[in-house]
């Protein structure tokens, strides 16, 4: 998006915004991975292009899954009130898991 002063400040970043807006970003046909450092390790976006405005795909994968991922194998042989302990242990924000 242009800067907001160069929206209200000449036609040509009104013009550009406009655009912008109502096309949407076109990315080029193909498919990216990208990731950031986030709290709990790393956030990742996989994006899958077709060339119009909208993705094909998209895909998130959040750091907690990852984590909670190793939760059967760090569990195993151990007894069943443990499970909570080791839950709580793995930093797991949940609403991260629903994917």
């Known amino acids: ?3 907001k002063k160069d929206v209200y400040g000449n ?3 009104l ?3 406009f655009m912008l807006v109502i096309k949407g970003l076109r990315p080029p046909v193909g498919e990216v991975y990208d990731a950031t ?3 709990n390790g790393e956030l990742g976006f996989y994006l899958v292009s077709d060339g ?3 993705p094909y795909r998209l895909k998130v994968r ?3 899954f990852a984590i909670y991922q190793s939760f059967p194998s760090v569990v195993k042989g151990s007894m ?3 499970a909570i302990a080791t839950v709580a242990s793995m930093n797991v924000i949940a609403g ?3 994917r």
């Open 1 to 3: 998006m242009p800067e």
């Open 11 to 13: 036609i040509e970043g």
């Open 15 to 17: 013009m550009n915004h």
């Open 37 to 39: 450092e986030a709290a």
């Open 52 to 54: 119009s405005a909208n």
């Open 62 to 64: 959040p750091p907690c």
């Open 80 to 82: 069943l009130a443990d």
């Open 96 to 98: 991260e898991l629903d």
